[in-house]
Structure formats: C-alpha cells, structure tokens
C-alpha cells in the first residue's frame, strides 16, 4: 500500500499546472452522495480537467469516469497530510472539517478552500470549536447556517467569509430516488423501522441498542439497523451481540454502508438520537423520525457562546416526537404516532438543484483566484 500511495502521490504531482486548478478531496465512499452532484456540473462548465483525492479505496468516485476527472487514490496519513500541506492548486472542495486544526493544514501556497456540507446539522454544537475558522469560502445548506458562521465570526474576532446559498445534495439524491419508486409499491404489512443514531459513548446503539432492538422484534416490526460508520469502527462490540442474537432472522436487517439510500427509501419510520441522518430523512421523504432523547452530542463546550438554538434541537417537534431512556416501555405505541411532513424548501436552500449552484460557485470563486 505504501508504494501505491507513493505511486499516486508522483501521478498527481505530474498533472499539469493548468490541469489541476480545480481538487475535490474525500475522505470515502459515504462523501461521495455529497460531491458527486457538484463534480458532475463542475465538469460541465470547466474547460480544464478536475482532480479527485480520496482516501477510501471503496469510494464510488474513484470509478467515476469523464474525460475531464483525473482520480488518485490517498491514505488518511502521511500522502494525504502532505498533499495538503504542498499543494499547488487554485481550488480545494472538501465536506472534511476541522482544516488546519489537526494533521490536515493549509498549503504552503495561495489554495481557496471551500467547505461543502455532509449534514444539515448546526455548525457549533456538533461540530469541534474552530472546525470552520481556516475555510475561505462555507457552501451553506440553509439560513440556519449563514446565521451560525456570522455569528461565531462576530463572537471570535474571525475573519469574514464567503458565504454561498447552496443546499445539501444528499437530500436532493434521496428525493430525486424517492421519485423513482413504483407508486404501486406492495406495502408490508409489517411496519419497517430503521435504527439510524449518531455515534459516541451516550448514543442508542452504544448504550442501548440491544433493548431498542429486542423491543421491536418481540412487537413484530421489521429493523434495519444502521449505525453510524464511527460506531462500527470504534464501538462494533456494542453491534456485534445484536448481529449474533438476530442476523438470522429475516426481519431484520444490517447495514454498514450509510452512503445507500434502499433502507431509507422501504423504511416507515426511522429512531434517532441526535445525528444529521433524521433530517435527511423527514425533509428528503416527507416520514416521520422517533427521538430517543438522550443527551445532546456535544463535541464544541462553548457552544453557547452562540446565541442560537442548534437547527437538530429546535426542528425536532416538527418532524417527529421525542421519547425519555426511561420510557421505551411506550416505545412501539409513539411509533404509530401520525407526524404531518413538512416542507424541505421551507428550511433548505436550492432544494433538487444543488449541484448547479454549487458548480457555479466554484468556478466563480476560480474565475477570481
């Protein structure tokens, strides 16, 4: 691996000047849903070749084939930290945060980096303190985030800047999906409830995945269980003992790739915590999401210093209903809750045609470098 790395690393270096003006950076394939719309409408409108790095060997993008995208494949260590630190380009797109607050720096040379997002989440709850502050230009999902990095730039002394109406191109590849369904669909008669948290030490799954589990399967439902990619990688001891008690069984299911969209698309209703995933899911289908209400996910401590409600906490009652830990005894009858859906353009930008805006952009934020 270490000669492939290196191998890629010289075949990127060799790309002309002028060929590489433009570089997507993903850290895999659950990114790509994020990128993809933007690079097909890039390539459309660019007049040179864009390059795309990615550390996941599995990543979607890698066999993405277009005359213009020039692909190299990287490792999440050493190749990656230095192309970063070296590189000589005039555009970097990422959804990755934290920008020169750990391994991954700035480069050496004048790079405009753009953030695009990879959840409708707020920007200072969820995300660490400063996750943002090296970005010169923040593709924002909706007003919630224009108001948070005005904020946090007011309250920290930070540099302005460019703020871009995007969108969230998830949510217009689940509906765009969701339009292609059969409307004669056979409905289960089973009600088919998908498992969908965030991760860490207080989540569902780490804490009380089995019981929420054991719950549905005795009433009778169909469960996808589909935890978030960090749970698998740091905490699959808290997957496993479920797998061994109900992977035979044909009610339920396991799914570790979070870049598909089947379980959302067959899915009734999903349980949630705090992760980004429940409103992908009631804005980009119109059902409902079950709140276990365990503490907030809180990686940013000063978050209040931005006097702003996180867009997570305060949209919930709208899209779903809230249980206590202590109360899944009623778990099975809040399913069955009727939630009216409400509307996607209400509180996201650009809603089915992302992609375009965000092109434009790039090349605008090019056009001035």
């Given at each position: 691996m270490f000669f492939n790395h290196l191998k890629a690393l010289f075949r990127f270096l060799q790309v002309p000047r002028g060929s590489r003006q433009i570089v997507f950076y993903s850290e895999g394939k659950n990114y790509w849903v994020h990128l993809e719309g933007i690079i097909r409408e890039t390539l459309k409108l660019s007049n040179s070749s864009v390059c795309y790095i990615s550390s996941g060997k599995d990543d979607p993008g890698l066999s993405f084939e277009h005359e213009k995208l020039l692909t190299f494949k990287t490792d999440e260590g050493v190749f990656r930290n230095w192309i970063f630190e070296n590189l000589d380009a005039d555009v970097m797109v990422m959804?990755?945060?934290?920008?020169?607050q750990f391994q991954v720096k700035r480069s050496k040379k004048p790079v405009h980096y753009v953030y695009v997002q990879h959840s409708l989440v707020s920007l200072h709850m969820i995300y660490r303190s400063g996750a943002f502050d090296y970005f010169d230009t923040i593709f924002c999902s909706g007003e919630h985030h224009i108001k948070e990095v005005r904020a946090m730039e007011k309250v920290y002394g930070l540099r302005e800047k460019k703020l871009v109406r995007h969108g969230y191109g998830r949510l217009d590849s689940i509906i765009s999906e969701s339009a292609k369904l059969p409307t004669n669909q056979k409905i289960s008669e089973r009600k088919h409830v998908l498992i969908a948290p965030t991760w860490g030490p207080h989540c569902i799954i780490e804490t009380m995945g089995m019981e929420v589990v054991d719950i549905?399967?005795?009433?009778?439902?169909?469960?996808?269980?589909?935890?978030?990619?960090?749970?698998?990688?740091?905490?699959?001891?808290?997957?496993?003992?479920?797998l061994d008690k109900y992977q035979s069984d044909d009610r339920f299911s396991y799914e570790a790739n979070v870049a598909g969209q089947e379980s959302l698309l067959d899915s009734d209703v999903m349980i949630c915590d705090w992760s980004g995933a429940a409103l992908d899911y009631a804005f980009g289908l119109g059902k409902p999401v079950l709140f276990i209400d365990i503490p907030r996910k809180v990686n940013n401590s000063e978050y209040t210093k931005i006097d702003i409600e996180p867009f997570e906490s305060s949209i919930r009652n709208k899209i779903g209903v809230i249980i206590k830990p202590d109360e899944l005894g009623n778990l099975t009858t809040l399913l069955d809750s009727e939630i009216k859906p409400i509307s996607a353009s209400d509180y996201v930008y650009n809603v089915g045609g992302s992609s375009r805006i965000g092109a434009e952009a790039i090349m605008e934020i090019l056009e001035q470098s």
């Open positions: 959804t990755m945060p934290d920008l020169n549905l399967m005795a009433a009778g439902y169909r469960v996808t269980l589909r935890p978030h990619p960090q749970t698998t990688k740091f905490s699959f001891d808290t997957i496993k003992p479920i």
